[in-house]
């Protein structure tokens, strides 16, 4: 597991900033957006695969509780900053690599 360096907390965003890269706010969001979706699919599919060790054919209630693992792991993911903010990061970092296809189109 490595250490995400992104602060999980809520903070204020300078529109402005993120406006910059695309020249429009909600086309940046909507570049956020589809990269937070992203970063969420990945991180379900990480959980998904290391819970899916510890997946069991038997109901017992007691073997629930006892599994210490699985809950460390889970509340690893819990305490993850929100796809959405890293994916604010990323994107004022120059992380994300996104064109504008209506100008692909033009220039074919």
């Avoid at 956020?32 to 992203?38: C, L, S, Y």
């Avoid at 969420?40 to 210490?68: G, Q, T, W, Y």
């Amino acid at each position: 597991m490595s250490k995400i360096q992104t602060n999980p907390s809520i903070i204020t965003r300078d529109v402005d900033k993120i406006a910059a890269k695309t020249g429009n706010v909600y086309e940046s969001v909507a570049i956020i957006g589809q990269r937070a979706r992203q970063i969420s699919s990945k991180m379900k599919e990480e959980l998904s695969n290391k819970l899916s060790e510890f997946a069991s054919s038997v109901d017992n209630l007691e073997e629930i509780f006892e599994n210490r693992e699985q809950i460390e792991i889970s509340k690893y993911y819990e305490r993850m900053p929100k796809p959405s903010a890293l994916a604010i990061d990323d994107f004022l970092a120059d992380k994300v690599d996104f064109r504008d296809r209506e100008a692909d189109k033009d220039e074919n």
